[in-house]
């Protein structure tokens, strides 16, 4: 991890992102281990590892998932056996991770939209945004 205290991230003040990064490296390597050789040990802390990335940054969440759902892809090509083992190794522990990240992600785009049809119903029905005056006579 001291690489990543150099890096220009840090220098920008994006702690968390950076933070969030170096966590989502130590659970690459949690999740390559729990795919070769599963531990119940392991899966809960693959789960509080996803929690505690979502709560940190969720790019770095986001590409966790990116990588685990390309190599899930692969697998599925080579053997559905193999992938099924995948699902219950390594998807399966960063559930909660995913779960919080859906609704993260769904609470930022469903949060506006509800807010703008509240303000369109309160004028009239003109949907003006926020932040904006109604410039039409």
């Known amino acids: 991890l001291a690489p990543m205290i150099h890096s220009w ?3 920008l003040g ?5 933070l969030g990064f170096a966590i989502a490296l130590g659970m690459v390597a949690l ?6 050789a599963p531990t119940t040990p392991r899966a809960v802390a693959l789960a ?7 709560w ?10 990116v ?13 559905r056996r193999e992938a099924r083992e995948l699902v219950s190794r390594c998807v399966l522990p960063i559930l909660p991770g995913s779960a919080l990240m ?12 509800a807010v703008r049809t509240a303000l ?12 904006f005056a109604s410039t039409s006579s």
């Open 9 to 11: 991230c840090v220098c």
């Open 14 to 18: 994006l702690l968390d992102f950076s």
């Open 31 to 36: 999740l390559v281990e729990q795919r070769r």
């Open 48 to 54: 509080l590892g996803s929690i505690l990335l979502w």
């Open 56 to 65: 940190v940054h969720l790019i770095p969440l986001f590409l966790l998932h």
């Open 67 to 79: 990588l685990v759902a390309v190599d899930l892809a692969v697998t599925t090509m080579r053997s």
């Open 102 to 113: 859906a609704w993260s992600v769904l609470g930022q785009l469903l949060v506006p939209a």
């Open 120 to 131: 369109g119903a309160s004028t009239g029905g003109g949907g003006v945004p926020l932040g």
